[in-house]
């Protein structure tokens, strides 16, 4: 009987020390690149564009340009995955139509970033001319979000209680209108959610905008969508790889990278926060 | 008219709900159109078997058998990381923690996951990468071993976060039948729970390889770079996705060497595909298992 005891102490033990492990580590990453970024932010670092080939100034053109592709990523993937969520949920017959497009959503959430960098590449920049821009590069993280959207605004709409479409229904309104004026709204902060949670996975991706969207250096803001732009995370990576002043640019990347995680985990705490208040809601 | 209107609607919602088929389809048609031309110049078999990858030389070589184990051997040792910790801290937050504790740690580990790739890589190549140098006395801290604890660290919390949501759908009375006969916590959890949650913490593991497998930024910054047949873990290797990554730019195109890194975006694309539906098939039989519906 005693040697289960020790054996059940031993193996809670380990389970701990997995915990403590793995906080540690991800710890360790928000510390360092807290304490070494926040000494290069200033209010300089977040309004000025990049001076003497990358080692001062500030990176401004990052910020906007991670802005941009983002909202365009979103304007993409929100109407295509909400009208897909909504067929799937309120249209959808049980049929094997229907399984193959929730096997094609799995999928194309499984599929390396990398790989959507090349389609983008060789369809928006190549086929359609759209060069290296914020349309090609939005385009782009578009498609990546999609399945994202897809899976929340799915959550958000099984949610919503049968009954009340049944009323809506008895009142003699139609499948739409009960659609517009009865489901959306109530899913609306489910939906939500799932932007918010896209938004912070769009704004981190670099895979994607290497060859669609991202470019190194520029002293301009973009005028049109058919500009290249600079973004966050692309230029960690670029001032890791490129560039002739390692010490300075290493200087300058854990500014950037402080940005990008500030920015990303705080909208993912915003979006995790809001869901767990719904699930406690709906039960 | 109105009925009229609803029609219009259906159709609209129908149509677009087949983006996702079309995208993942217009996928699978780029990377052939655009890979296959390279099996001009190189027969498949010495593609994937080829030992050498010299694309830039002349006569240029096409061998892809070194990036191929570099990505193998980067995800075989992230998995040795983010399995252990991710299932443990998972069987930790189901089992462990306080009801508080969990309400605090489960959302927590769910941010975590979202932190992007690029500064997991920036991170393991300013940290982890000189720290490893000066323990270990390398010649260099960028090789397959940071890559795979770096990898790790990073699909640490996203194989957590879905083993603990299988843990959670045990029901109840499996454990309570077991500590009616006598099991203790820790027996009950070896002989009763984890059996029960397998498939679904099969389906985490599945997916964090597949998620390392595919993963870009980390391994292009901190694998080192080396396009040769890895023989040991202290070595800089080359990855499918950081060839494709790092060759992209400068590959001309049209050439031989661009229609190449389409023809190994394929090959990564194939692999993750068959993780993926083994993953679905597995967790989908585990709903069936645990009466949770197909």
């Not at chain 2, 389809?25 to 994937?48: C, M, Q, R, S, Y």
């Not at chain 2, 059996?195 to 595919?214: E, F, K, W």
């Not at chain 2, 080359?238 to 890194?261: D, K, N, V």
Request: with cysteine; charged share 10%.
């Amino acid at each position: 009987m005693k040697k289960h005891k020790v054996t059940q102490n031993i193996g809670f033990a380990l389970l701990f020390l997995c915990m403590a492990v793995t906080l540690f580590f991800l710890g360790a990453i928000i510390y360092f690149i807290t304490i070494r970024g926040i000494k290069v932010i200033s209010w300089e670092f977040l309004t000025q564009v990049p001076r003497n080939g990358m080692t001062e100034g500030g990176v401004a053109p990052a910020i906007l340009g991670t802005f941009y592709l983002t909202m365009g990523a979103i304007l993409v993937s929100l109407p295509l995955g909400l009208a897909c969520a909504i067929y799937l949920c309120e249209y959808s017959p049980k049929s094997a139509l229907v399984n193959l497009i929730r096997m094609s959503i799995n999928n194309l959430a499984g599929v390396p970033s990398v790989v959507f960098g090349l389609f983008g590449f060789a369809v928006f920049v190549k086929y359609m001319k759209f060069g290296v821009s914020i349309l090609s590069g939005s385009l782009t993280l578009g498609i990546l979000a999609l399945p994202v959207i897809i899976s929340a605004s799915q959550e958000a709409l099984t949610a919503v209680p049968q009954s009340l479409r049944e009323a809506s229904l008895a009142l003699g309104a139609s499948k739409w209108q009960t659609i517009k004026k009865i489901v959306l709204p109530t899913a609306l902060p489910g939906i939500l959610t799932g932007v918010i949670l896209s938004i912070g996975r769009v704004a981190g991706e670099t895979a994607p905008i290497l060859f669609t969207a991202a470019t190194f250096y520029t002293r301009h803001y973009p005028d049109s969508v058919f500009s290249e732009v600079m973004a966050l995370p692309y230029h960690i990576y670029a001032l890791m790889t490129e560039g002739t002043h390692p010490d300075k640019q290493a200087a300058i990347a854990y500014g950037c990278g402080l940005i990008l995680l500030v920015l990303v985990l705080l909208i993912s705490t915003i979006a995790i926060v809001i869901r767990q208040k719904q699930r406690v809601i709906h039960g | 008219m109105a009925k009229l209107k609803e029609k219009a609607y259906r159709w609209i919602f129908t149509v677009l709900a087949f983006s996702s088929l079309i995208f993942l389809v217009g996928i699978i048609i780029v990377l052939f159109k655009e890979g296959l031309p390279v099996f001009k110049e190189v027969k498949p078999a010495d593609f994937i078997f080829g030992k050498a990858w010299y694309p830039t030389f002349d006569p240029p070589e096409f061998g892809i058998l070194p990036l191929i184990l570099a990505s193998f051997w980067v995800t075989v040792g992230a998995m040795f990381v983010c399995v252990p910790l991710g299932v443990g801290s998972a069987l930790y937050l189901n089992e462990l923690a306080g009801h508080r504790q969990r309400a605090v740690l489960k959302p927590l580990v769910e941010i975590l996951a979202s932190i992007p790739s690029v500064v997991y890589g920036f991170f393991g190549m300013m940290m982890i990468a000189p720290f490893l140098q000066n323990l270990l006395h390398l010649p260099t801290g960028l090789c397959a071993f940071t890559a795979s604890l770096t990898l790790g660290i990073m699909a640490t919390p996203t194989v957590c976060s879905i083993a603990e949501d299988a843990l959670s759908y045990v029901p109840k009375s499996f454990r309570e039948a077991s500590f009616a006969v006598g099991a203790n916590r820790w027996q009950t959890l070896v002989n009763v729970v984890i059996p029960a949650a397998g498939s679904g913490i099969s389906t985490a593991i599945i997916l964090g390889m597949s998620r390392a497998i595919g993963e870009t930024m980390t391994v292009l910054m901190v694998a080192g770079g080396a396009a040769v047949i890895p023989h040991s873990f202290f070595e800089p290797v080359r990855p499918m996705t950081s060839a494709i990554a790092a060759e992209m730019g400068e590959a001309p195109m049209g050439s031989a060497h661009y229609h190449s890194l389409f023809a190994i975006a394929l090959v990564l694309f194939l692999i993750t595909f068959v993780f993926n539906i083994v993953a679905e098939l597995i967790s989908r039989r585990f709903r069936i298992k645990l009466g949770l519906g197909g």
